[in-house]
């Protein structure tokens, strides 16, 4: 079993950063990718980014330069860091682990962005 719980988020204008992490807990060996999925009113959840053990990454095309992803394995910890954000980017943020072939997800957390 692994527990993800999420912090940050919350309400900042266009153009603004906000930041979020992850904490994992629980049997933590076995994940080898976490990352951050985001799912808007009446839309599918989608990938924003993703990283590896040891250390690639993957974006979204619509994050990428603005978005980064990065990990402190001593914390078992996952972070975001968004930037330039976008009224598009207003969505509930999923922490999400790869855990084997099973996937774990955190509760989510809500970023909105004001025009």
């Known amino acids: 079993q692994v527990q993800l719980v999420e912090s940050g988020g919350g309400l900042v204008q266009t153009g603004g950063s906000l930041s979020l992490s992850c904490a994992a807990s629980g049997s933590i060996f076995g994940i080898d990718t976490m990352g951050w999925y985001r799912q808007a009113p009446g839309k599918q959840r989608d990938l924003v980014a993703a990283?590896?053990?040891?250390?690639?990454?993957n974006y979204a095309d619509s994050v990428k330069g603005r978005f980064t992803i990065f990990n402190d394995n001593a914390k078992n910890t996952v972070y975001l860091q968004m930037n330039s954000l976008k009224p598009e980017d207003t969505a509930v943020y999923y922490c999400n682990a790869k855990y084997f072939a099973m996937n774990y997800w955190g509760k989510g957390t809500l970023v909105t962005v004001s025009s």
């Open positions: 990283i590896t053990r040891g250390g690639t990454t």
